[in-house]
Nanobody
Framework: QVQLVESGGGLVQAGGSLRLACAVSGRTFSNYAMAWFRQAPGKEREFVAA????????YYPDSVKGRFSISRVNAKNTVSLQMNSLKPEDTAVYYCAAGAFVATAQRVRIMAQYDYWGQGTQVTVSS
């Protein structure tokens, strides 16, 4: 069993920054591609960022590209999401996810590819 615990959410003004972290326990962390998804009230959960098992490849949708950055430290079983230039439309609950698959640009966007999910952390961006 793999457990994922997110932290770092909060309230920030538009244009500000936040850094989310996800601590992973239970299995060999480097076996998992990692991702962040988010879900705003009344909307479907959407892909935000992903990173391959080695950390060598990262993936982003156009909506966050250039503003968000995902990274991982396999020795510490952690994955982070640095969010800059935040906008009110970034307001959502952010979820960390782990999947035992080889990351590709197509696969990382599919929720069903991920085996484990965290409980989520709220990010609120005020205008």
């Amino acid at each position: 069993q793999v457990q994922l615990v997110e932290s770092g959410g909060g309230l920030v003004q538009a244009g500000g920054s936040l850094r989310l972290a996800c601590a992973v326990s239970g299995r060999t962390f480097s076996n998992y591609a990692m991702a962040w998804f988010r879900q705003a009230p009344g909307k479907e959960r959407e892909f935000v960022a992903a990173i391959s098992r080695s950390g060598g490849m990262t993936y982003y949708p156009d909506s966050v590209k250039g503003r968000f950055s995902i990274s991982r430290v396999n020795a510490k079983n952690t994955v982070s999401l640095q969010m800059n230039s935040l906008k009110p439309e970034d307001t959502a609950v952010y979820y960390c996810a782990a999947g035992a698959f080889v990351a590709t640009a197509q696969r990382v966007r599919i929720m069903a590819q991920y085996d484990y999910w965290g409980q989520g952390t709220q990010v609120t961006v005020s205008s």
